[in-house]
């Protein structure tokens, strides 16, 4: 048996069913190409059927991705095979991914059929999506609820049917390691054409055993595992990535495998996927939290300070982390900041570059020194920007016997807009004066700040979440100064809301026409 696994990322598909966590085309295309650079074998990019956004942004991601296998979800029904092709079909290498549950509930609550309709809809639906592609997966949902008999059944027909790879999911987070891996192993023994397919898993984390159960399945004959990076999903999120990859590389004793993941490239990714997500990583998350290094007990430190693997087991260098670099300064030339941004793999056009170099330089007249952090916080920052309203002008007045008020200036075209505005904070009166300004009322529901860097010049990065009727936007903005900060992420998720809202009633006039 093989002891390469190949990693099929689902960032961009279950990932993005996380509450809160929204990306639009570009923002997928970016991280599309940064888990490339990862080395992941697989990127599950979304599931075109369920919005015209959605198929248009797997399409880009295939047409655009070099390297990985591009895979699209599926229902077994046609329409939703014919929309995944057309979605993968420029991809260099693509892949259907079919899906249909497997357990008693599921099939009988949910989907109102019986398990041999089931079975049979399976294999139809497998056998027409191999009509298209040769790379077919067919994952059984909710199979770790379902009777052994149904699943050793299922596995048999669809790999007779043309399935290159089945998936056990643990779609609710159910399972226990030991009886996932006895799963798994019965699957590898018990299916008599089990070697003409690669047996891949997918574990959710309600019980937080997600990436324990992997690599259970990983130990008895499971050859993919299907993660997201830092672990986000639906409700308790998915298995990580990054500690599936670190596990085989910490654990070589047990864990004898290979995966292909370039691990200079993880601590970056996580970085871009929280920024983009609006998804924050928890100080204490394994591997890739601002905590995963730190030590603050005098016996800890002094081990550490004599030798780093009396308590680490993990140097941070291996994942990227704190890679040696050059520091840039106001003083810094074009040359010497292009060739910082081409090391820590980001290519900017001429003109992407010139915007980028114009911000640089402003952040650098305001601090004395920029870091890497610093730099990949402004791609965020302006990378995704389709600018309606730009913060022009912006006064705060606050303290502890003043009511807070603040004048914003906003510029829309050749036109500038002036508001004043109180409020219960100077964030508040500022987000007051923005709204008098574009007369477009919001709810915040969510706001985070972070510290991009250290010191007292750092630059900080606030990420917000607004609703507006039935759709939700997420904004980012960073700067110095966290009010600055906070209105330019305000004002990206105004600007976002407006391209969409824009491009919906486009579409409503060609439909129209």
């Not at 298209?132 to 949902?141: A, H, K, M, N, P």
């Amino acid at each position: 048996m093989s002891n390469r696994i190949f990693i099929f990322d689902s960032t961009l598909r279950d990932g993005e069913q996380t509450p809160g966590a929204k990306l639009n085309a570009q923002e997928k295309l970016e991280i599309a190409r940064q888990l490339a650079r990862l080395g992941v074998d697989v990127i599950e990019a979304g599931f075109p059927v369920s919005s015209p956004g959605d198929f248009r942004a797997v399409q880009q991601i295939s047409r655009l991705v070099k390297g990985p296998v591009i895979a699209a979800l599926a229902r077994t029904v046609k329409e939703d095979i014919d929309c995944a092709w057309n979605s993968v079909k420029d991809a260099e290498k693509p892949r259907i991914h079919v899906f249909l549950a497997a357990s008693d509930i599921h099939m009988e609550k949910k989907l109102r059929k019986d398990p041999e309709t089931c079975l049979k809809e399976a294999v139809q639906a497998v056998k027409y999506a191999k009509s298209f592609t040769e790379d077919v997966e067919y994952s059984l949902e909710d199979a770790t609820r379902a009777r052994e008999d149904y699943i050793l059944r299922v596995v048999e027909a669809v790999i007779d049917a043309g399935a290159s790879v089945v998936n056990i999911p643990d779609t609710v987070g159910y399972a226990v390691p030991e009886e996932f891996g006895r799963l798994i192993r019965k699957i590898k023994t018990e299916v008599p054409n089990v070697d003409k397919a690669t047996i891949s898993v997918h574990c959710h984390n309600d019980l937080g055993l997600a990436v324990v159960n992997s690599m259970f399945a990983v130990q008895n004959g499971a050859r993919q595992v299907e993660c997201n990076v830092n672990g986000i999903g639906e409700r308790a999120g998915n298995a990580a990535l990054e500690e599936i990859v670190l596990s085989t590389i910490i654990r070589k004793d047990l864990f004898p495998f290979e995966t292909g993941i370039n691990l200079k490239e993880i601590y970056r990714t996580s970085r871009m996927v929280s920024k983009l997500t609006g998804i924050p990583i928890p100080v204490n998350k394994a591997i890739i939290g601002i905590n995963a290094f730190a030590h603050s007990s005098g016996i800890h430190q002094d081990g550490v300070l004599k030798d780093k693997r009396t308590y680490e087991i993990i140097n941070a260098d291996l994942i990227g982390g704190q890679a040696a670099q050059m520091i840039l300064t106001a003083r810094s030339g074009r040359h010497a900041v292009r060739h910082q941004l081409e090391s820590i793999n980001y290519q900017l056009n001429d003109e992407e570059f010139q915007n980028f170099y114009h911000r640089f330089l402003e952040l650098a007249d305001k601090k004395k020194e920029v870091y890497n952090e610093d730099l990949e916080a402004l791609l965020i920052d302006i990378s995704f920007a389709e600018p309606t309203y730009e913060l022009e002008y912006l006064q705060t007045v606050s303290g502890t016997r003043t009511i807070p008020a603040a004048v914003v200036r906003l510029r829309k075209g050749e036109e500038t807009f002036e508001e004043v505005s109180s409020g219960a904070g100077p964030i508040d009166a500022a987000y007051k004066a923005v709204d008098k300004i574009t007369n477009i009322i919001t709810r915040l529901d969510n706001y985070n700040l972070r510290a991009v860097t250290h010191g007292m010049d750092a630059l900080g990065e606030v990420s917000i979440k607004i609703t507006h009727k039935d759709k939700n936007i997420i904004g980012r903005g960073v700067s110095t100064d966290i009010v600055e900060a906070s209105v330019k992420a305000y004002l990206d998720s105004i600007n976002k809301l407006i391209n969409m809202m824009a491009h919906v009633n486009n579409n409503n006039n060609k439909i129209k026409r």
